[in-house]
């Protein structure tokens, strides 16, 4: 039943996506590729935790609707570092009594389905973000909490019928099943069903984030333009200082949330476009190679971890909500850190710096 577990009575070498470079006889296991897999599995699993936990200890974070889309991220990405630990318990050997075929699909589809609602979160985020800026003033009506569940149960329902297909021998929805023999040799993709994924998936996802984001920062430099011009129309240094510092303000939380979303969406699609080539290109039959098929795959995946840690470098609540939830684990550490940031006396002189 299980091809691996006949290589291996038989006296060669189990199967190795990255061929016998990464395989140790005395272990009996393809050592990097176990390395590989479980190092991004503690890093996914931990960090997701992370940032689902500082979402629930953080009130602040709150109040962009967009954290639910951010938290659905996590727990969508939390769930593939769990899922990640099927490969590396088979490259273990520990599933050997698993049906190979129907376990490589179930992980092939899982993750598929998984990566998807991240894909899709982001689009909607952009489009949050967009209608927040171009609408100020009817986004609390377009945007309601209720409009927001309905969108995230449509992200899962949509990414879920997606790649069903692909259960009913309609091409293969990734190559996250490949470390399985089965899934690597027998379960061959299909150029309809890539295009189809192609065109309902990945381009409308990747167009919406470039619309959205390119028109948000137009708008930016156009605010920014203006503020410039009228600056300059102003015949006191002191008033047009004023009113600088006022309209600045007043666009600066909403500029520097877009940017963490942005940096979050640019990580996002600089890990997944090889992986995306790649699919394109082995569907079509241009390119076909198992080490670049491991590589591009466990890049794509790795993204999973990638949101907690732009959090963490360019939110400032984000780092407050950090620090509250490890202030147990290190209390002096954050004795430390209010010390340094203790409010230094204000003297007569009027603060110039943007308040946010």
Request: glycine residues 6%.
């Given at each position: 039943?299980?091809?691996?577990?006949?290589a291996n009575q038989s006296g060669s070498p189990p199967f190795c996506l990255l061929g016998s470079v990464g395989y140790s006889r005395s272990l009996d296991t393809c050592v990097l590729e176990v390395v590989i897999i479980l190092f991004l599995t503690v890093l996914i699993i931990?960090?997701?935790?992370?940032?689902?936990?500082?979402?629930?200890?953080?009130?602040?974070?709150?109040?962009?609707?967009?954290?639910?889309?951010?938290?659905?991220?996590?727990?969508?990405?939390?769930?593939?570092?769990?899922?990640?630990?099927?490969?590396?318990?088979?490259?273990?050997?520990?599933?050997?009594?698993?049906?190979?075929?129907?376990?490589?699909?179930?992980?092939?589809?899982?993750?598929?389905?998984?990566?998807?609602?991240?894909?899709?979160?982001?689009?909607?985020?952009?489009?949050?973000?967009?209608?927040?800026?171009?609408?100020?003033?009817?986004?609390?009506?377009?945007?309601?909490?209720?409009?927001?569940?309905?969108?995230?149960?449509?992200?899962?329902?949509?990414?879920?019928?997606?790649?069903?297909?692909?259960?009913?021998?309609?091409?293969?929805?990734?190559?996250?099943?490949?470390?399985?023999?089965?899934?690597?040799?027998?379960?061959?993709?299909?150029?309809?069903?890539?295009?189809?994924?192609?065109?309902?998936?990945?381009?409308?996802?990747?167009?919406?984030?470039?619309?959205?984001?390119?028109?948000?920062?137009?708008?930016?430099?156009?605010?920014?333009?203006?503020?410039?011009?009228?600056?300059?129309?102003?015949?006191?240094?002191?008033?047009?200082?004023?009113?600088?510092?006022?309209?600045?303000?007043?666009?600066?939380?909403?500029?520097?949330?877009?940017?963490?979303?942005?940096?979050?969406?640019?990580?996002?699609?600089?890990?997944?476009?090889?992986?995306?080539?790649?699919?394109?290109?082995?569907?079509?039959?241009?390119?076909?190679?198992?080490?670049?098929?491991?590589?591009?795959?466990w890049l794509a995946i790795s993204n999973s971890f990638c949101n907690c840690l732009i959090y963490s470098l360019s939110n400032s609540v984000f780092r407050k909500g950090l620090g509250r939830l490890f202030s147990p684990l290190f209390p002096s550490c954050l004795g430390c850190?209010?010390?340094?940031?203790?409010?230094?006396?204000?003297?007569?002189?009027?603060?110039?710096?943007?308040?946010?």
């Amino acid at each position: 039943m299980n091809s691996s577990s006949d290589a291996n009575q038989s006296g060669s070498p189990p199967f190795c996506l990255l061929g016998s470079v990464g395989y140790s006889r005395s272990l009996d296991t393809c050592v990097l590729e176990v390395v590989i897999i479980l190092f991004l599995t503690v890093l996914i699993i931990a960090g997701n935790m992370v940032v689902i936990f500082v979402f629930h200890c953080a009130p602040l974070l709150h109040h962009h609707t967009t954290s639910h889309f951010i938290q659905t991220m996590a727990y969508a990405d939390l769930l593939v570092g769990v899922s990640c630990l099927v490969p590396s318990l088979s490259l273990l050997h520990y599933l050997r009594g698993l049906n190979e075929e129907l376990t490589c699909k179930a992980f092939g589809y899982m993750v598929s389905v998984l990566k998807s609602v991240s894909m899709a979160s982001l689009a909607c985020i952009s489009v949050d973000r967009y209608i927040a800026i171009t609408r100020p003033l009817s986004y609390a009506t377009l945007v309601t909490p209720c409009r927001l569940r309905v969108c995230i149960v449509l992200i899962w329902v949509y990414s879920a019928l997606i790649f069903l297909p692909s259960f009913f021998g309609w091409g293969k929805p990734g190559y996250h099943g490949d470390i399985f023999q089965w899934c690597a040799d027998s379960w061959k993709t299909n150029p309809g069903f890539s295009t189809f994924i192609a065109a309902l998936l990945y381009a409308p996802a990747a167009l919406t984030v470039c619309f959205t984001y390119g028109s948000i920062f137009r708008i930016c430099r156009q605010h920014t333009r203006e503020i410039t011009q009228r600056h300059a129309r102003f015949s006191s240094q002191a008033e047009g200082d004023k009113g600088e510092r006022g309209e600045r303000c007043e666009g600066c939380p909403d500029k520097r949330y877009a940017m963490v979303l942005f940096r979050i969406t640019s990580v996002f699609y600089v890990l997944w476009m090889p992986y995306i080539l790649y699919f394109l290109l082995e569907s079509a039959g241009l390119y076909h190679h198992k080490v670049a098929s491991f590589l591009t795959t466990w890049l794509a995946i790795s993204n999973s971890f990638c949101n907690c840690l732009i959090y963490s470098l360019s939110n400032s609540v984000f780092r407050k909500g950090l620090g509250r939830l490890f202030s147990p684990l290190f209390p002096s550490c954050l004795g430390c850190m209010e010390a340094k940031k203790a409010p230094v006396p204000i003297g007569p002189r009027a603060n110039t710096q943007c308040q946010v």
